[in-house]
T-cell receptor, first 111, second 112 residues
Framework: DAKTTQPPSMDCAEGRAANLPCNHS???????VYWYRQIHSQGPQYIIH???NNETNEMASLIITEDRKSSTLILPHATLRDTAVYYC????????????FGAGTTVTVRA | GAGVSQTPSNKVTEKGKYVELRCDPI?????LYWYRQSLGQGPEFLIY????????DSGLPNDRFFAVRPEGSVSTLKIQRTERGDSAVYLC??????????FGEGSRLTVL
């Protein structure tokens, strides 16, 4: 059963911000939102994760709504190298180690 | 090495043959995961090891699939009597506890 819903694809202009939405309306209070991406022919790569508060690191920002039913991954200045499939994943705490991937959003950054 | 290493990177075999895929996790990582990814789909969980033991093997599709991690480091995924439907990229990941998973580049299996 899918815990997250993402658009299948989106385009973004190089140098602009890319905003990737994710719905997770059934998320539980102790579940985290994780984002991974997978560049063609490579393994998935961790981007960022959060519980309630917005998070930022060198790769991206994660904005989680107050009701935690949706979130947005922001790539501040998209480059051609950011073209990939982006996965939004809901993950339980300690005992739920595994990640359950959906189909993700295929993001194409265009020059 | 610095990352998760998987061998072979490509394996072509015939239907009915036996296949082994190897994963070398990041040194010191206690958790190891196997996933399978078919074309156009997200990775599908197969099995998770904590140390030497399989903590969760609920994703293994049937008894032709088996995985071991005898010394708590290197893991081998074994597929018996391969079928064409087993063709996929098999991904291995490791982590230090319940943190970020680090994935290898995968082993592409083609069953003719």
């Amino acid at each position: 059963d899918a815990k997250t819903t993402q658009p299948p694809s989106m385009d973004c202009a190089e140098g602009r911000a890319a905003n990737l939405p994710c719905n997770h309306s059934t998320i539980s209070g102790n579940e985290y939102v994780y984002w991974y991406r997978q560049i063609h022919s490579q393994g998935p790569q961790y981007i960022i994760h959060g519980l309630k508060n917005n998070e930022t690191n060198e790769m991206a920002s994660l904005i989680i709504t107050e009701d935690r039913k949706s979130s947005t991954l922001i790539l501040p200045h998209a480059t051609l190298r950011d073209t990939a499939v982006y996965y939004c994943i809901v993950r339980g705490p300690d005992l739920d180690y595994k990640l359950s991937f959906g189909a993700g959003t295929t993001v194409t950054v265009r020059a | 090495g610095a990352g998760v290493s998987q061998t072979p990177s490509n394996k072509v075999t015939e239907k009915g043959k036996y296949v082994e895929l190897r994963c070398d996790p990041i040194s010191g990582h206690t958790a190891l995961y196997w996933y399978r990814q078919s074309l156009g789909q997200g990775p599908e969980f197969l099995i998770y090891f904590q140390g030497t033991g399989a903590a969760d093997d609920s994703g293994l599709p049937n008894d032709r699939f088996f995985a071991v991690r005898p010394e708590g480091s290197v893991s081998t995924l074994k597929i018996q009597r391969t079928e064409r439907g087993d063709s996929a990229v098999y991904l291995c990941a490791s982590s230090l506890g319940p943190g970020e998973l680090f994935f290898g580049e995968g082993s592409r299996l083609t069953v003719l």
